[in-house]
């Protein structure tokens, strides 16, 4: 894959202390040049790391297009900003749901493509695990929640480690609505774009709703991808896919259609 410069222009090379490429191991590490991609909810958001600290992170807006459109011409921008080329990239981190269907085949489908054409790593992302990630709240344990329509949500349960960092305890749930906001209680903590949601129960809302940042953001994805990468963990280009809780709902009214449906 070949990015241009939004007005067709090629990039301009790299310029300054050559990174070092000679290393190995954690030195080598640590000089990695990281794109982030969040595409799981709208705007979704693009980021540039080096190092471990971000340079820049951009919404993914640009006339109104969609993320399929944006996408590319944002990205090239972003790297067009800070006079890097994709070839100098050493992982691209993508956030891999839950989430939009459409959204996350997009920021998948462009991550894998730019990480096989330029040879660099790649890391998928748990969106959830980017939400907690974002969250600034003094607590040990909390709920991430979102929409996941027919009046269910998509939920995960997330510990604090020793380093401060959140840990997922199991894996994604699609529960009940009314359901599960009824069970909660006082103490717990629940994190979510759409506070809304969680008014849903037989009684008013008893736990603590946090939305300072409820959607994830790529320097969140980008940061957890670079910790992956120095932890040894990294995603086939070829394989990885879309985490889908379940089918889209276009997929289900297609399959009832068949006549064996």
Known sequence: ?????????????????????????????????????????????????????????????????????????????LLADHQIVPGSLDLIAVSHGPGSFTGLRVGIAFAKTLAWAVGCKLVAVDTFEAIASETLIDVDTLWVASDAHRDELFVRHFSRKVDGRWQPDGDHSIVPCHDWCDARTIEEVVVTATPGLLDRGSEPVRHRIVSDRPRPGAESVARLGYDACLAGAADDPITVEPLYLRRSAAEEKRDSLRPDG
């Not at 190995?24 to 990281?34: H, I, W």
């Not at 790391?49 to 109104?64: F, I, M, T, Y």
Request: aromatic share 2%; with cysteine; glycine share 10%.
């Open 1 to 77: 894959m070949v990015l241009g410069q939004p007005d067709g222009r090629p990039f301009p090379r790299c310029q300054g202390t050559p990174r070092r490429r000679s290393l190995a191991g954690r030195d080598r590490l640590l000089a990695m040049l990281v794109l982030g991609i969040e595409t799981s909810d709208r705007p979704g958001s693009a980021a540039l790391c080096c190092d471990g600290e971000c340079l820049a992170e951009v919404p993914l807006e640009l006339d109104g297009l969609r993320h399929a459109q944006a996408l590319p011409p944002v990205v090239a921008s």
